[in-house]
Every structure is written in C-alpha cells, then in structure tokens.
C-alpha cells in the first residue's frame, strides 16, 4: 500500500512539473539590445515555470508579421509610434504590454568630428519607414539643419521640409542597412540597436543624439488574446524588474536608458 501511495504521489510530482514547464513564450527581437536582455531574464523566468525561446530577426516587419500571425507570442523591438504606423498600414491589431527602454536615436559620420563641418550638399542617409525617417529629420531639425513644414509630425519625409539651408541631399534606406552604408555618406541617422551592432558607441560617436526624455520607448507587443496571460505578464514584469533596471545601466552605459 505505501508503495502504491509512493508511485501515485511520484506521478503527480512528475505531472505538475510537466505541466509549468510546458508553460512556453516564443519572442521575435532585434540582436541588440533586445534579445540580450530577454536572454538577461530567461533563469529567473525558467524559476517563475516559464520557458523563454527568443528568435533574432534583422528586420523591422517580420517580427510584427510573425506574431500577428500567431506563429509567435510577442515581440520586443519597436516603439509606439512605429507600432501605431504599422497597424494602420497593415490592417494589424497588435498591443503594447508594456514599456522597457529607450534607445536614443543618433547621427554618425566616419568623414567629419561635428555637424558644424557637414558642407554644403552633403549627403544623408534616415530609416525609410514612416517612424524612424520621421525621427531622423526631427533630430536634424532639433540640430538645426532643417526645418519641417510642419515641426513635429513624427511620420515626416523629406518632402515635408521647408527649409534646407546647406542642400542637403536625402537618401532613405532600410533601417538594418545604414551602419553598412557609413562610410558611403556624409552622415547617417541610426536605430540604436544597428548602431550598437556595429561596434558604434552612441554616447561616444553620436555627433547630436536624443535626450533620455524620447518619447519613443521600445516595448513588449503582443496580440490582444494573449496580453493578458500569466507567462505574458511574468514576462512583462521581468523586463521592469530593478535588476533589468541595473543590468541596462551597467551594459550599455547611456547607449540604452531604462524607462521605468
């Protein structure tokens, strides 16, 4: 008899473990700094009984299209503006679940030391989706090489400038693309994320660089199904737990700034 109790009780040990490390989260993210950190909080999830399994992309629509069509849960690359830009154009619904940090955004140049020595028809080269090219030319206009028609729409082009002082001279490229294309313009308008890639310093090799008060904070984006659900939610507050807090200041050194 007690061994029959043994075994049944053996079973049900072996069952519940089972059943929590069943509990599983797949997330799309971009190398740097994003899939480090979710990478950062995967033990402490595993102990929570959620298994974390991040796939890295290169691009800023997969990750989006991947999750919308549920073939993963979440996604950890974007900010809220560039969400909002991508719902309206593809017809998605996905959602923020919450927000981690911010990258500011930066200008680099392998030819001049400062904006002040950018002659006169130099070229530029800004992400050519709406988001990123809209804040590319407010970081230039925040400089004062530019001025918009219209001084702070976010999704603005270069056909949206009014004033050009130094004829400057556009070129819009997908965002992964621009650190491989630095040494070919006079200065290139860089996602955080690509320029840490490519062994640029932000803080460092920015020539003009956002404040810690960008409004474009990168967050965890999931579909409105699965928002709510426990492993999402362990997941979002690890992300906003003191020592992510502490793991973002120590590695990136202002390159990346917590927004929590």
Request: proline residues 5%.
């Amino acid at each position: 008899m007690k061994l029959k109790q043994l075994l049944v009780a053996l079973t049900t040990l072996a069952a519940v473990s089972v059943v929590q490390a069943a509990d599983k989260l797949s997330i799309a993210a971009t190398a740097v700094p994003h899939a480090e950190i979710l990478e950062f909080v995967k033990p402490q999830l595993m102990a929570d009984g959620v298994e974390l399994q991040v796939k890295v992309f290169t691009d800023y629509v997969q990750p989006n299209i991947q999750v919308a069509q549920e073939r993963m849960d979440a996604n950890f690359f974007q900010h809220q503006p560039y969400l909002t830009e991508f719902n309206a154009g593809k017809g998605t619904s996905l959602v923020s679940v919450v927000g981690v940090h911010v990258e500011p955004f930066g200008a680099y140049s392998s030819k001049i030391n400062a904006l002040d020595a950018l002659e006169d028809g130099a070229t530029v080269a800004i992400p050519n989706d709406p988001t990123n090219g809209g804040r590319a030319l407010l970081l230039l206009q925040q400089a004062g090489l530019i001025t918009l028609a219209d001084s702070g729409k976010i999704t603005a082009t270069p056909r949206d400038i009014a004033d050009n002082p130094k004829g400057l001279e556009f070129y819009e490229l997908e965002a992964a693309t621009l650190p491989r294309v630095l040494n070919q313009v006079d200065l290139a308008l860089i996602n955080t994320n690509y320029a840490l890639e490519a062994g640029l310093n932000p803080a460092a090799d920015a020539l003009v660089i956002e404040g810690a008060e960008s409004p474009y904070v990168n967050i965890l984006v999931s579909r409105e199904d699965n928002r709510e659900s426990a492993a999402m939610q362990k997941l979002a507050q690890a992300l906003t737990s003191d020592a992510v807090k502490s793991f973002i200041q120590e590695k990136y050194q202002g390159a990346v700034v917590p927004a929590f």
